[in-house]
């Protein structure tokens, strides 16, 4: 199975993708799983889930938070299998609420520097269980992406990987593969290191139609 796991919604602010959109690609395009990260907000949470009922998409609940050391943003972070919203805050105190809801972080496009990279890597302590994104769509330089995939072969951490879709067009481009059916055994995958990554980074050009999104274009 296929699974997306760097999805934005309409209410991430600088996306232009509706619930139904989101649910209408990743089914046309044999993504069996999505989760939906918006920026710092479970807001299109509910709406994914109700548009979701009409598709064979499985949903895992995420955010895509925006962490901070001494004062200054050090990056972005996943959190996937959520239960409960979790507020943008100090690395080591987001980490832990989202451990504690026994969810999954992700250090999201660790090495990408038009995204911002990941500078807090001296507070992640173990690697067991924290991922990092080892394919993420929308880092348009190769290195990027390689140095995560790099990074994550030489600690031996778990790996995500998603389209980072700010638009229903890029839904699927980058994706997690695995043996399974259900959102338990892509956790189960994740954390046994049984996934593999498939795809490609999109289109620079979906970044400047995505910006439409804060004059309130959806579609």
Known sequence: MKADLHVHSVYSRDAISKPQSILAAAADRGIGII???????????????????????????????????????????LGLFLKTPVASGAVHGVMAEIRRQNGLVSIAHPFCERRGEFRAFDDVGDWNEIAIEALNGRCYKYRDNEMAQALAGTLNAPITAGSDAHTPFEIGNAFLEFDGKTVDDLKRAILHRQVLTGGRSSSALFSLISGFGRLGVAV
């Open 35 to 77: 989760a939906i990260t918006d920026h710092d907000t479970a807001e299109g949470w509910n709406p994914v889930l109700q548009a979701a009922k009409r598709y064979p998409v499985q949903i895992v609940l995420g955010q895509e938070i925006k962490v901070f050391k001494g004062g200054e943003v050090v990056g972005e972070l």
